[in-house]
């Protein structure tokens, strides 16, 4: 990677809005033994307990404390950067878009994050207690850094709201469904969406004139059977848990595996 012309946010960051978030830098170390963009001055303007820990060869992981202006550090220090920025200052953000993992039965498509959506996000927070707390908290602190740019959220689940009921329905208690909601809602949407578009595109055909088995495989994996254009099937359910076998989740297990040690 030759580090005079790579964008200086070619990274990751986790955890905006959580109590600890981290920024990931993967650059190749200049002779100051530093990596691009996080000279003295841009570590001391993080926060006083941030710190940064290299790792081999290319990788840094900056460690924010709990007041840390994480968003003004992100915006000041790399989207602004004189020489690989995109932006000089937050009036010039148009749109700010946050995935969202959970958005339950409220929500098939993208919406404007206004307050009332904010407040359904945080009500979904029961489904996907590790996930839409932070969301909601990275919304804020958008908001907050961002005044001017509307905030769209785009929902994981939102790709498959037209799963059928026999498609989505537990072999369990109906009232389960009715009172807790428990049920298929399918994940990584986003993704499978997308992978549809690209495939029908790569085939020279329309997304609703095809039969797709979508994969997303990484970390976390699920597939997706897209039925022109709709999701009529996904392995993931409840939550993210079920399904195939994933990095740090067992997917589907027989129910007395729990009991056979």
């Given at each position: 990677m030759d580090t005079k012309h790579s964008p200086g946010s070619d990274g990751r960051q986790n955890g905006i809005g959580a109590p600890s978030p981290e920024q990931i830098h993967r650059f190749l170390r200049e002779e100051t033994g530093l990596f691009r963009h996080l000279s003295e001055e841009h570590l001391a303007a993080l926060a006083a307990d941030a710190r940064v820990t290299t790792h081999e060869p290319n990788e840094a992981v900056v460690e924010f404390g709990e007041d840390a202006d994480f968003l003004g550090v992100l915006l000041e220090g790399e989207l602004s950067a004189e020489d690989a920025g995109v932006s000089r200052e937050a009036s010039e953000i148009s749109v700010v878009g946050h995935r969202v993992v959970h958005g339950g039965e409220l929500f098939s498509e993208a919406v404007v994050v206004d307050d009332g959506v904010l407040g359904q996000i945080?009500?979904?927070?029961?489904?996907?207690?590790?996930?839409?707390?932070?969301?909601?908290?990275?919304?804020?602190?958008?908001?907050?850094?961002?005044?001017?740019?509307?905030?769209?959220?785009?929902?994981?689940?939102?790709?498959?709201?037209?799963?059928?009921?026999?498609?989505?329905?537990?072999?369990?208690?109906?009232?389960?469904?009715?009172?807790?909601?428990?049920?298929?809602?399918?994940?990584?949407?986003?993704?499978?969406?997308?992978?549809?578009?690209?495939?029908?595109?790569?085939?020279?055909?329309?997304?609703?004139?095809?039969?797709?088995?979508?994969?997303?495989?990484?970390?976390?994996?699920?597939?997706?059977?897209?039925?022109?254009?709709?999701?009529?099937?996904?392995?993931?359910?409840?939550?993210?848990?079920?399904?195939?076998?994933?990095?740090?989740?067992?997917?589907?297990?027989?129910?007395?595996?729990?009991w056979s040690g």
């Open positions: 945080e009500a979904l927070s029961p489904l996907a207690p590790l996930h839409n707390p932070v969301n909601a908290a990275g919304i804020r602190e958008a908001r907050r850094v961002f005044p001017s740019a509307p905030r769209v959220a785009v929902f994981d689940t939102a790709f498959h709201h037209m799963l059928a009921s026999f498609a989505y329905l537990y072999g369990l208690p109906y009232a389960l469904y009715e009172e807790r909601g428990v049920r298929r809602y399918g994940f990584h949407g986003t993704s499978h969406g997308y992978a549809c578009l690209r495939a029908a595109q790569h085939l020279g055909r329309r997304v609703n004139e095809l039969e797709i088995v979508s994969c997303h495989l990484g970390n976390g994996a699920s597939l997706c059977a897209v039925d022109h254009g709709r999701s009529v099937d996904t392995t993931m359910g409840f939550s993210p848990c079920e399904g195939l076998i994933m990095g740090t989740r067992c997917g589907d297990q027989d129910d007395l595996t729990a």
